[in-house]
Every structure is written in C-alpha cells, then in structure tokens.
C-alpha cells in the first residue's frame, strides 16, 4: 500500500443517493480449506468467520465476507494507517501463509471501495444488475458477487440503505462514470 | 435468459455463469498408449444432444466454482444441479 494512487477521489450526491469512493481501505483475500485454517483467521482477527454463503461478519474494525467456500474477503472499516494495515497483514501472512494453513493476498490496490447511501441505491443497483435485491436489501451483512454493468463486483449490505461496492480498480473509472450517469435519472 | 441454482451461492442469472461443456468425461489412464484417433476423441469430440445433456457449468461472475448440471438444451429446462464429485442423479 505504499504510494497508493485512488483513482476517483470523488464525492457525488443525487437525490436519495449519495455515492463516495472511500480510500484507501486495507484489502485482503484469504484463501484456505481446512477447519484449522477457519478457526486461525477467527482467532487472528477476533472475528467469527462466515461460513454460510452469501454472509459477512463484521467487528469495531474490519469486516469479513464469505465468497465462496474457500475464499474469504477482509476489508477495514475505516481508512488505516500504514503500519496498521501493514502489520495485520504480516500477522496473517506467519500465522497463515507460513505455516501453510492457507493463502493471505493483500489485494489493497486491486479493488476500489465505493460506498453507496440512501433510499434509492437498490433502483440503481437494479439497473445494471441481473441480481435481485429483494431479500438483499432487508438482510443486515449479506454480501453477493455479481455484474454491475457487465463488470464484476462484490456488494456488502453494511447496513440499510448503506452499502460497500468493490470493483477492480482498471474498472472503476468507467463504473463510477456509469453510477453517475444512471443516478441522474433515478 | 434463465436462471442458475448455483450449489453455492443459490439462484442467480445465467449470465453469471458460463458454460463448460460436457461433463462426466473420464480422462484415459495411459493417454501415452492412445492412437492419435482415440486421443482427438477424448479431447476434442463432445456431444451435442438436442435433449437431456450433463454439462459442466462455472460459476464464474460469482463464487467462481465449477458444478455439473442436467439441462435439456432444447428448452433450458434445468433438471439437477450437483457438485463436482458427486454421483450424477439416475432419473
């Protein structure tokens, strides 16, 4: 995370929509099977690791997002400092990757977080998305992959009316332009 | 357009997925002992039944993993989806 360069550095309100690149965030993808290596990243990060699909949990700092059964997400909550988020990862890195419990990837550079406010972000959402959002929308720290506009993305439901979207950064220009257009006409 | 019951993640839209090809086709133990014929047929030759066809299928806008799944590609009708490993469904 060194040098790091946000692509956006924006903030956008419509009505009932707020839309803001929150970075930089600390980012990383946990990869591992076995039962060790689930109750070693609980433990590490004092959190209960998702196992149900489409789940998060979350505690005061950090959040972890199932993504499949062997892949995990971790972000921050709010923007770290350097040497925080530097030593969370090398802590992960001994306990996990060392011993070969599993893969620790820090991907801080890889995905932009957005975060997306308000009464009509699932009407966006909606509208570039073949996801449905009904049960999505009610369920406090569910979390889905899926298409924004033909470009993938992670979405967690931190809260009502409040959520984070992860895209990949040489996406995120276009993406923002296009969340910009759409909201407009929302 | 039709919708996916993705072992893993639950119903999504079929453009979240992509297609595999045939599924359940045994690699050959000895590939070294094939004829040139033989080996063609394994690697390239696959069915193409206007009807009830096993297929693999890859989650690959979602939770990235592979699964099988019975369709008849006459209708898209989805008659089973299973995970990778597990017995295809008899009926």
């Given at each position: 995370m060194l040098n790091f360069n946000a692509p956006i550095i924006d903030t956008k309100e419509y009505s009932?929509?707020?839309?803001?690149?929150?970075?930089?965030i600390l980012k990383i993808n946990l990869r591992g099977k076995n039962r060790d290596f689930i109750t070693k990243i609980g433990k590490e990060l004092s959190i209960i690791t998702?196992?149900?699909?489409?789940?998060?949990?979350?505690?005061?700092?950090?959040?972890?997002?199932?993504l499949s059964p062997d892949e995990?997400?971790?972000?921050?909550?709010?923007?770290?400092?350097?040497?925080?988020?530097?030593?969370?990862?090398?802590?992960?890195?001994?306990?996990?990757?060392?011993?070969?419990?599993?893969?620790?990837?820090?991907?801080?550079?890889?995905?932009?977080?957005?975060?997306?406010?308000?009464?009509?972000i699932?009407?966006?959402?909606?509208?570039?998305?073949?996801?449905?959002?009904?049960?999505?929308?009610?369920?406090?720290?569910?979390?889905?992959q899926?298409?924004?506009?033909?470009?993938?993305?992670?979405?967690?439901?931190?809260?009502?009316?409040?959520?984070?979207l992860f895209v990949r950064r040489s996406f995120s220009s276009h993406l923002w332009s296009w969340m910009n257009d759409s909201a407009r006409f929302i | 357009m039709f919708?996916?019951?993705?072992?893993?993640?639950?119903?999504?839209?079929?453009?979240?997925?992509?297609?595999?090809?045939?599924?359940?086709?045994?690699?050959?133990?000895?590939?070294?002992?094939?004829?040139?014929?033989?080996?063609?047929?394994?690697l390239f030759m696959r069915k193409n039944i206007k009807g009830v066809q096993f297929e693999r299928w890859n989650h690959a806008h979602g939770c990235r993993k592979w699964f099988n799944m019975v369709r008849d590609t006459s209708n898209d009708k989805i008659h089973a989806v299973y995970k990778m490993?597990?017995?295809?469904?008899t009926k």
């Open positions: 009932e929509i707020k839309i803001s690149e929150i970075e930089p998702p196992v149900d699909p489409n789940t998060s949990s979350s505690n005061e700092k950090l959040n972890l997002l199932w995990w997400f971790l972000y921050s909550n709010d923007k770290l400092d350097i040497k925080d988020a530097n030593s969370l990862e090398d802590k992960l890195f001994n306990e996990i990757s060392k011993v070969k419990l599993g893969s620790v990837t820090n991907v801080s550079d890889h995905w932009i977080m957005i975060n997306l406010k308000g009464t009509k699932f009407e966006l959402l909606s509208a570039g998305c073949p996801f449905n959002f009904n049960n999505f929308k009610n369920s406090k720290g569910a979390v889905t899926t298409l924004f506009n033909h470009i993938d993305v992670i979405i967690h439901n931190k809260n009502i009316n409040n959520l984070n | 919708l996916i019951n993705c072992p893993y993640c639950g119903e999504r839209d079929q453009s979240e997925f992509s297609a595999g090809g045939e599924a359940h086709i045994v690699r050959p133990k000895q590939p070294t002992e094939l004829s040139d014929d033989q080996w063609a047929e394994f490993g597990e017995k295809p469904p």
